[in-house]
């Protein structure tokens, strides 16, 4: 991880961990890498990414300070050296027509590359123009020296020194320093001139310590700076992470909720229609049994009241038989046969379901899109199957009465470890105040006398029945799609279309 060391103000301090040993890497293997190597390292280049694009933009602005404050400074010439001024004034607006080269170079895509150099050069190019004017002046105590110490305090606090950048640059400014005043030292009996350099000199040396250390310190507390700040980071994903868990964790629980509510209101249905069906079948037969001996009855009536008779009798036994399809629909809701699950060819499934619907869908004047791979095979019922695409089908046809080009759309496809079947239609569609509660028993949309809302229900607990999942998606006036998941059968049925 991120450590802090005391020997230098460097970007050194992100080391990692030193392997114990060489390891020899062969064509065939490679030594595993230890994640916390890794995640130093990428702290490592993140940190030096940071460093990089702050002295990239301190570099322009320091640039920009020593072309305006050094000419600028001119002052201090007329008022110190007034018979050096033009000269002085000369190398001021040379040092600082140097700059200008350095800041276009900051546009340059290799800048960032040497961007260390920036840190370096622009303190040394006014000092190297103060020493200039120190020689020049002839003056070995001169006070110029306290524009060397502005230049190094002032890049002290634009840049982030390291060890060998201070260090290097501290012994260049030395080194000009003393090359501009030793030769203009003259001893002449008063030490007082030799006293001031020295004591120029002890200032200038003293100053680059204070900024050494305060350089350090600096780092080091950018480094820490930095160091929390990937922590926080870090807690701030983790804790991201977690929220999406629970999210992903409470829409689990609300979806098995929701599933163990349909459950126990289908038990309930189911046990209130099973009394029902029982309570209604015996006098239906009673019924059934009554017309029979009634149309046998009517064949010795006058024909001119037989025929009116057998239409009676024609009206009453279609809404028996309607009776009777109601008590069958509420027997096999109660009662839903299982027959256990076995192979069935998805593909062989959906071709049954579209003949057995192919007069509906011509009467409708309906298009039948159906895109299913032929070695999609899948445990359930085949019968099961082939009635709950019937029912989405009719499903689908009812809801696109009014419109003028119906269409439906079957495709199956995998979805990770499941098989899913879709059934999409153009149709009117179903507002989202009924779609949470078109799988209830008896819910429906319909007029009176076109369905008692058992059709969905079916379908749910017979998908249920064979371990799969049924949902829908709609959007009002544009479409509704129906999704069935079933569970992969391991081998393909053998049973054929």
């Known amino acids: 991880m991120i450590a802090l060391t005391g020997t230098s103000p460097t970007t050194a301090p992100l080391h990692f961990p030193a392997a114990s040993k060489k390891v020899q890497v062969t064509p065939q293997t490679a030594p595993p890498v230890d994640p916390k190597i890794l995640e130093a390292a990428e702290k490592s280049a993140r940190f030096e990414g940071e460093l990089q694009e702050l002295n990239m933009r301190n570099a322009r602005l320091g640039a920009w300070f020593v072309m305006v404050l050094v000419p600028f400074c001119a002052v201090l010439d007329w008022l110190a050296y007034p018979a050096r001024f033009w000269e002085f004034l000369l190398l001021r607006i040379l040092c600082s027509a140097m700059c200008i080269p350095l800041l276009l170079a900051l546009d340059r895509p290799w800048a960032a590359r040497y961007h260390r150099v920036y840190p370096v050069i622009l303190p040394l190019l006014p000092a190297l123009a103060i020493c200039l ?15 060397l110490m502005l230049c190094l305090v002032g890049t002290s606090f634009v840049f982030n020194w390291t060890f060998r950048e201070i260090g290097l640059t ?3 400014v030395m080194s000009f320093y003393l090359a501009a005043t030793i030769p203009n030292l003259k001893y002449d009996g008063d030490p007082r001139s030799i006293g001031l350099f020295i004591n120029n000199t002890l200032f200038i040396l003293l100053t680059c310590v204070i900024l050494y250390f305060g350089s350090r310190q600096h780092h080091a507390i950018r480094l820490r700076e930095f160091v929390n700040r990937c922590k926080v980071e870090a807690q701030r994903e983790e804790l991201a992470r977690r929220n999406e868990e629970l ?4 829409k689990r629980l609300r979806e098995t909720e929701a599933q163990l509510n349909q459950s126990e209101k289908l038990a309930s249905i189911g046990r209130l229609s099973a009394g ?21 009855k009517t064949k010795a009536l006058p024909p001119e009241t037989v025929e009116s008779m057998n239409q009676i009798l024609t009206d009453i036994g279609e809404g028996v038989d309607r009776v009777a399809s109601i008590v069958s629909d509420l027997r096999t809701f109660a009662h839903p046969e299982n027959k256990g699950s076995s192979p069935v060819n998805l593909h062989h499934a959906v071709a049954k379901a579209s003949r057995l619907m192919a007069k509906q869908v011509g009467d409708a004047a309906a298009r039948v ?35 003028t080009s119906p269409e439906i759309v079957m495709q199956a496809y995998k979805d990770e470890d499941e098989l899913v079947v879709s059934i999409r239609d153009n149709g009117s569609g179903i507002p989202q105040e009924h779609l949470q ?8 949309t319909k007029e009176v006398g076109q369905g008692m809302g058992l059709g969905l229900s079916l379908c749910y607990r017979m998908m249920q029945g064979m371990g ?7 959007q009002p006036g544009t ?9 992969p059968a391991a081998a393909p049925a053998s049973a054929a279309a």
């Open 276 to 296: 029902i069906v029982h309570e209604i079948n015996n006098p239906l037969n009673f019924v059934k049994s009554a017309l029979f001996v009634l149309k046998k």
């Open 437 to 444: 509660r078109i799988f209830d028993p008896f819910f429906t």
């Open 247 to 250: 999210s992903a964790t409470l």
């Open 369 to 403: 899109q159906v895109e299913v791979p032929e070695d999609f095979t899948v445990l359930g019922d085949e019968n099961h199957i082939i009635q709950i695409l019937i029912n989405l089908m009719q499903n689908s046809l009812d809801a696109m009465q009014e419109h």
């Open 170 to 172: 501290v012994a260049l």
């Open 468 to 474: 799969g999942s049924i949902n829908a998606t709609s």
């Open 479 to 487: 479409f509704t799609e129906f999704t069935l998941r079933f569970q």
């Open 133 to 147: 004017m120190i020689y020049f002046s002839g003056d070995g105590s001169s006070h110029y020296y306290a524009g």
